[in-house]
């Protein structure tokens, strides 16, 4: 015989949890991060401000509204300038570092110089004058007046240069100085400062070692 129509749907209902059960249900369920949004950085501040001091009673003699409004427009401000200067110096470092190098490939005086004068015919001023110093110093090199080296940065090369043709030490550490700056981004270059920079790579190819092994250049009309 069937059982009673009543029997079975009470045998199909599900249990019915008990109060710890459904407690630690609900705790559950609550616990999930979809309850708990994280706050962004102006929720965070603002509750921050709120904890440790009231932000509406900082300026007296205004609205409460106000007052707390300037106070979080400067906090802002203040959070604002110290991303843009921490994105301004964190680069230049980390390009420093990178650019220390004075050449980044085995190109000869030659081709170097080529580099440079087709930047100039395009009027890219800062490309001509570092490609420039970097034929000068690989000039010296290759006429055996200094020697360069991996990792050998401008100023390096332009002490050894002076070394060599100390007419022209002055010349050479200006030239370092200005290949740096350019380069590093701290200035920008100008036509002017391509004229120079080529007039000092004329001076020196041609200076020369006379018989006592001092070296000169020539029409410089001073020994060196």
Same mark, same amino acid.
Not at 11 to 34: H, S
Not at 103 to 111: G, W
Not at 144 to 160: C, N, Q, R, S, V
């Given at each position: 015989?069937?059982?009673?129509? !009543? &029997?079975?749907? /009470? %045998? *199909? =209902?599900? $249990?019915?949890? @008990?109060?710890?059960?459904?407690?630690?249900?609900?705790?559950?369920?609550?616990?999930?991060?979809a309850?708990?949004?994280?706050?962004?950085?102006?929720?965070?501040?603002?509750?921050?401000?709120?904890?440790?001091?009231?932000?509406t009673?900082?300026i007296?003699g205004?609205?409460?509204?106000?007052?707390?409004?300037?106070?979080?427009?400067?906090?802002?401000?203040?959070?604002?300038?110290?991303?843009?200067?921490?994105?301004?110096?964190?680069?230049?470092?980390?390009?420093?570092?990178?650019?220390?190098?004075?050449?980044?490939?085995?190109?000869?005086?030659r !081709? &170097?110089?080529? /580099? %440079? *004068? =087709?930047? $100039?015919?395009? @009027?890219?001023?800062?490309?001509?004058?570092?490609?420039?110093?970097?034929?000068?110093?690989?000039?010296?090199?290759?006429?055996?007046?200094?020697?360069?080296?991996?990792?050998?940065?401008?100023?390096?090369?332009?002490?050894?240069?002076?070394?060599?043709?100390?007419?022209?030490?002055?010349?050479?550490?200006?030239?370092?100085?200005?290949?740096?700056a350019?380069?590093?981004?701290?200035?920008?270059?100008?036509?002017?400062?391509?004229?120079?920079?080529?007039?000092?790579?004329?001076r020196?190819?041609?200076?020369?070692?006379?018989?006592?092994?001092a070296?000169?250049?020539?029409? /410089?009309?001073?020994?060196?």
């Amino acid at each position: 015989m069937s059982p009673p129509p !009543a &029997l079975i749907v /009470a %045998a *199909d =209902a599900p $249990a019915t949890p @008990g109060a710890q059960e459904a407690r630690e249900a609900a705790e559950a369920e609550l616990a999930k991060p979809a309850y708990h949004p994280t706050p962004d950085l102006l929720d965070w501040l603002w509750h921050w401000l709120r904890e440790h001091l009231d932000p509406t009673a900082v300026i007296p003699g205004i609205p409460p509204l106000l007052s707390g409004l300037i106070v979080l427009l400067v906090l802002v401000t203040c959070i604002v300038l110290l991303v843009v200067l921490l994105r301004r110096f964190r680069p230049v470092g980390r390009s420093r570092r990178a650019s220390g190098r004075l050449f980044d490939d085995e190109r000869d005086a030659r !081709a &170097l110089a080529r /580099a %440079a *004068d =087709a930047a $100039a015919e395009r @009027g890219d001023w800062d490309t001509a004058v570092v490609e420039r110093f970097r034929a000068i110093i690989r000039s010296l090199d290759e006429r055996g007046l200094i020697e360069d080296y991996p990792g050998m940065t401008a100023h390096e090369a332009a002490a050894l240069g002076s070394g060599a043709l100390e007419a022209l030490g002055e010349e050479l550490t200006r030239a370092a100085a200005l290949f740096d700056a350019v380069r590093y981004g701290e200035v920008v270059s100008t036509e002017e400062q391509d004229t120079w920079m080529r007039d000092l790579a004329r001076r020196v190819d041609t200076a020369r070692v006379d018989r006592t092994g001092a070296v000169g250049a020539r029409g /410089a009309g001073r020994p060196a």
